[in-house]
């Protein structure tokens, strides 16, 4: 199990013990947090599980491919460090992750 923190807009800590491989937007519908909508389940054909990766995990998140840049086209206030949430799979790198959900979604 690897760490996951998801800060709702409204500064509510989601503190989240999950599964490696599994996804940031996984976790978050799996444990109700408010904003991240997902409504195409995952496959990166919407922007409506868009998150902001906390500063200092930036660089271990890494940068978007270029299909999740499409979909952030589509995303509200799109920031450096935004990434669509479903692209994001768990790893002992990302052990810790902190992201922040964005005031409304795309």
């Known amino acids: ?53 906390d500063d200092a995990w930036t660089a271990a998140a890494g940068q978007p491919q270029p299909m999740e840049e499409d979909m952030l086209d589509f995303a509200t206030d799109v920031r450096p460090n935004s990434r669509l949430s479903c692209q994001i799979k768990m790893t002992d790198a990302l052990d810790g992750l902190v992201v922040h959900v964005p005031e409304r979604q795309g």
């Open 1 to 53: 199990m690897t760490k996951l923190t998801i800060i709702a807009f409204d500064g509510t800590r989601y503190d989240l013990d999950v599964a490696k491989g599994s996804t940031v937007m996984e976790n978050a519908v799996r444990n109700s947090v408010p904003g991240i909508d997902a409504e195409c389940g995952g496959a990166c054909a919407c922007a409506t599980c868009h998150v902001y990766v």
